[in-house]
């Protein structure tokens, strides 16, 4: 008697498991199919800079992007392919010159700079608007000089209420997800490239 309610007993507990392994074996084919093809549209775009999130706080590459004045500053930083660069944890401070500033530059410079041949100048010159730290206009009128992301110092100038680096004038500052970005007036170039 106590085999034949143990069949009774384990008989439903199989036909339930039965079933819910076929309907898993469903949902696992449908789920191995999408990917292969979203692979093969982003083989392009890899790294960190290329996540979509839209519940944290913009990072600095994020910020620069969204931004109508600041179009051929993320032209350059993709030409130069240091997105992943902008987007690490940090923190970060960014001089992110206005289209306006690459305007001024000689005519021709930004066309050339943007060229494949010159990227590694290009890197050079966009390494030296990044610094390590995420200090408000405030604070910075307490240095004398920043350290670049290129190995080379830029040098802060107080006048009045404006702060200066490398002779551009901050003119905003947007708080990002991993540092800052201030909006500066010019392009700042290394010593090398002045």
Do not use: R, W
């Not at 943007?114 to 966009?126: G, M, R």
């Not at 390494?127 to 992301?149: I, P, R, S, W």
């Not at 009045?160 to 002779?167: A, N």
């Amino acid at each position: 008697m106590k085999t034949t309610n143990l069949k009774f007993i384990f008989a439903p507990i199989l036909g339930l498991l039965l079933i819910s392994s076929c309907k898993n074996e469903s949902n696992t084919e449908k789920t191995t199919t999408s990917p292969v093809s979203t692979e093969a549209t982003t083989a392009q775009k890899k790294g960190q800079a290329f996540i979509e999130d839209d519940g944290s706080t913009p990072n600095v590459l994020q910020i620069a992007i969204g931004s109508p004045d600041h179009t051929t500053l993320v032209a350059a930083v993709q030409a130069a392919s240091l997105e992943n660069a902008l987007v690490n944890a940090g923190p970060l401070m960014v001089f992110a010159p206005t289209n306006a500033a690459f305007d001024a530059l000689p005519a021709g410079t930004v066309e050339d700079l943007l060229k494949p041949e010159n990227k590694d100048a290009l890197a050079n010159i966009l390494k030296h608007h990044v610094t390590a730290g995420n200090y408000d206009k405030e604070f910075l009128k307490k240095f004398k000089k920043l350290g670049q992301a290129n190995d080379q110092n830029a040098i802060v100038e107080v006048k009045g209420d404006d702060v200066y680096v490398g002779g551009a004038k901050i003119i905003a500052s947007v708080p990002a997800g991993n540092g800052i970005v201030h909006v500066v007036d010019k392009v700042i170039l290394p010593p090398s490239n002045e």
